[in-house]
T-cell receptor
């Protein structure tokens, strides 16, 4: 069955450092992959989308890579700030055109001042 | 742009009553809306997908008679939890997609916290 794995342990880093979150998947060939941010008690907020034919995408301090051979995506936040503290979810979308996303369980990032 | 609202944000009800949750896309027409539920420290679990004017498609294991979904217009979808029981207590989140040029992206509402006593 399709499986998405994100590091369930919280990631604690110092302000100013680069945070790197990992998303691995099996038994799936996504057409695209998305990253969302979720704060406690709130709905997820879209951050970035990367397609299967793209290796890397950037948006301000965010960078996402997508390796379809390794079946892995890395999500980087450079010059991290305490305000970046949240849970980050990766989500895979297929080529079935239903628009459905399969979400990982999320990794909680804590940036300490 | 791409704002999705949900109402109510929080609801407490007695066991056996029905609860309706509204999901609205405020500044775009949503061709598709999705309903999720989320338990504490767990991922989003897709319940159903709805397209305007057609019946919702439910995920395996989700009772369609228990969770009634209506997608009456391109900006409004409703989820009704019928005869709610304590095990239905959860965080329900809707999302909408269909923004021109970003059809794959889902824009989420703020969620509805349901507590059934």
């Amino acid at each position: 069955s399709q499986k998405i794995e994100q590091n369930s342990e919280a990631l604690n880093i110092q302000e100013g450092k680069t945070a790197t979150l990992t998303c691995n998947y099996t038994n799936y060939s996504p057409a695209y992959l998305q990253w969302y941010r979720q704060d406690p008690g709130r709905g997820p907020v879209f951050l970035l989308l990367i397609r299967e034919n793209e290796k890397e995408k950037r948006k301000e301090r965010l960078k996402v890579t997508f390796d379809t051979t390794l079946k892995q995506s890395l999500f980087h936040i450079t010059a991290s700030q305490p305000a970046d503290s949240a849970t980050y979810l990766c989500a895979l979308g297929g080529s079935s055109n239903t628009g459905k996303l399969i979400f990982g369980q999320g990794t909680t990032l804590q940036v300490k001042p | 742009g791409a704002v999705v609202s949900q109402h109510p944000s929080r609801v407490i009800c007695k066991s056996g009553t029905s609860v309706k949750i509204e999901c609205r896309s405020l500044d775009f027409q949503a061709t598709t809306m999705f309903w999720y539920r989320q338990f504490p420290k767990q991922s989003l679990m897709l319940m159903a997908t709805s397209n305007e004017g057609s019946k919702a498609t439910y995920e395996q294991g989700v009772e369609k008679d228990k969770f009634l979904i209506n997608h009456a217009s391109l900006t409004l979808s409703t989820l009704t939890v019928t005869s709610a029981h304590p095990e239905d207590s959860s965080f329900y989140i809707c999302s909408a997609s269909g923004l021109l040029g970003q059809e794959e992206t889902q824009y989420f509402g703020p969620g509805t916290r349901l507590l059934v006593l």
